[in-house]
């Protein structure tokens, strides 16, 4: 198993309406991508940090997953905090 995470920021009091907009339109999309195994998402209420994991079953099909994803969404700029986000890309070598 493969796990996309994706560390970054959105405006403390845009919070709430982000993971409205995750729940409504991402998580629904990105469960049709082939491989798709997971989603969690947590973060920090007060900053606004946070941290995404998606899960695949190939590198493959995480990496066909990125590649379809916009550069720039004008859907998710309205929460941005203007900060460059870090993703990265590992091997799940353990589940309990």
């Not at 899960?55 to 859907?75: G, Q, R, V």
């Amino acid at each position: 198993m493969y796990a996309r995470v994706n560390i970054g920021a959105v405006k403390p009091e845009k919070v709430d309406d982000f993971i409205k907009w995750t729940k409504e339109n991402l998580v629904p999309s990105i469960k049709k991508h082939k491989g798709f195994k997971g989603y969690y998402g947590m973060g920090d209420y007060k900053t606004g940090k946070g941290l995404i994991i998606s899960l695949w079953d190939t590198e493959a099909n995480m990496m066909d997953y990125e590649s379809s994803i916009p550069k720039e969404n004008p859907a998710t700029s309205q929460f941005s905090t203007g900060q460059a986000g870090m993703l990265e890309h590992y091997v799940v070598s353990v589940k309990a």
